[in-house]
Every structure is written in structure tokens, then in C-alpha cells.
């Protein structure tokens, strides 16, 4: 999200728009030409577009959706026309959204009112590793993969990062959080995974980029574990409602695993 803000704030900022085309029901009618963009800055895994005026388009991408940027004339690659959840657009750049499941403009006053609920921004600038702690072990039997997807702890982590965080701390992500070593470098570890890879598209948690060797274990399933050789294994986390995927090295992580 870090790099897809920097990308839009780069192509929309400090220029009015002369398009709006927001295509959702309870935008259909909204008109925002002619104002102009402050600033598109992320929240976690959100998306804050701030207009003069002290308006704020809030998107999320989730799993699907995604922004891409073209010039004028450019034909749009992202998705079929019914994707298309908005355009924003001047004179060099336009901004197209794809598949956003959220999508809604609120008085930047009160953001908090959507992001408010969130913890310690890995990525912002005012990232507290104390506070994320904190807030992590204030559930102590919380399984870790599920504690480290809960973004009111720590704010800026999926799927990818929750699996290999867990592999390279040598825990399943079923440990509960209170018996994780050293629980201060999971944190630590964190913060340096995403500040690595936050200005390229992607998640390289092994240092090595070759197709195939990013990831220790994440989407590996029955795949050599690349530290040892085990074959990965995949499942499932989360509360009911909430299943999330998970891998683990069977050799390489201690700790509780799903039954069968």
C-alpha cells in the first residue's frame, strides 16, 4: 500500500482534477472536478486521498482491487470496464480503481472514524514498536498469525508477512502469542521486513528475488521448505468467518499445528 500511495500522491498531487467518476451507488452523484489533490498517504492498508476542501476519498484494496495510473489516451489494462470503481484524473495522470470493496468520501476530520480503530503504522511516521508490543500481548493466548493480522496491533501486515514472520521466529502461527520467545524481535522483525520491500511490488523475504525463492514458506505447500528441505504444509487461521491461509515448516517451526 506504502508504494501504490507513493505512485498516486507522485501523479495527483498538488493539481486539481478535471475527472471524478466514482462508480458506486452512493458516490453516482458526487462531483469532485476542480478540486484539487493534497495528498494520497496510506494508513496500513488504507488509502487516504485528501482534497481541498477537507474532503478524504478512503480506499481499501483487500485481496482484489488495485490502482493504476495512465497517461493521456493510454488504454486501461487493469480489469473489464464493470471494475472500474473510480476515476481520478488531470491533465498528465489518470488514476484508475479496480475492484475497490471499499470505496467512500468523508470530511477529512473525521478519518478517524475508519482508520481510528487501527495500531502502530509499521510504515507511518509515527511508528511505535512500545505501543504494537503492548497491544500484542495484551492477548497472550491469542495464536501469533492471527494476533499479527489483527490490525489494531500493529497495522500493515498479511498474509505473506504473518507467515514469514512466524518461520523466521521459529514458531507455528497457532503459538500463542504469550509463548513467543523474545516477543520484542518479532516486532523488530516486522518493521524491517516492510521497510524493506516497500518500494517494490511484491514481498522478498528470503533476500533473494529469483522467481520461486522469495518466500521461506509462504504458498510453498508441499514444497521444499528452503532453509531445510521439509515440505511445507498449508491450513488454515483465524477465528470462523475469518479463515486466513497459512504454511509452516514442519521441522523449522515449533509449536502447535491444525489436527490431521
Known sequence: MWLTARRLDAALAGRPLV?????V???ATVRLEGRR????T???????????????????????GAWHLYAPGE??????????????????????GYRLPVLELLPTADEAQVVGHLGPDLLGPGWDPAAALARLA??????????????RNLAGIGNVYAAELCFLRGVTPWTPFGEVGAPEKLVVLAKRLLEANKA????????DTRR???????????????????????????????????????RCQRGPVPAG
Not at 19 to 23: G, I, P
Request: glycine share 14%; proline share 8%.
Open 42 to 64: 496510506p494508513r496500513g492498508k488504507h488509502l487516504l486521498t485528501r482534497l481541498d476542501g477537507g474532503m478524504t476519498l478512503h480506499s481499501h484494496l483487500r485481496m482484489d
Open 75 to 96: 488504454r486501461w489494462r487493469g480489469g473489464a470496464e464493470h471494475q472500474v470503481r473510480a476515476v481520478l484524473g488531470n491533465a498528465d495522470r489518470t488514476a484508475v
Open 212 to 250: 520461486g525463492r522469495t518466500h521461506w514458506v509462504y504458498d510453498r505447500a508441499h514444497r521444499p521448505c528452503l532453509r531445510c528441505g521439509t515440505p511445507v504444509r498449508g491450513g488454515e487461521h483465524g477465528p470462523a468467518g475469518q479463515r486466513r491461509v497459512a504454511y509452516w515448516c514442519p
Open 19 to 23: 475527472r471524478a467518476d466514482l462508480r
Open 25 to 27: 451507488p452512493q458516490l
Open 37 to 40: 489533490v493534497l495528498e494520497v
Open 138 to 151: 495484551a492477548g497472550p493466548e491469542r495464536p501469533v498469525g492471527e494476533a499479527l493480522l489483527d490490525q
Open 200 to 207: 517494490r511490488p511484491g514481498h522478498v523475504t528470503t533476500g
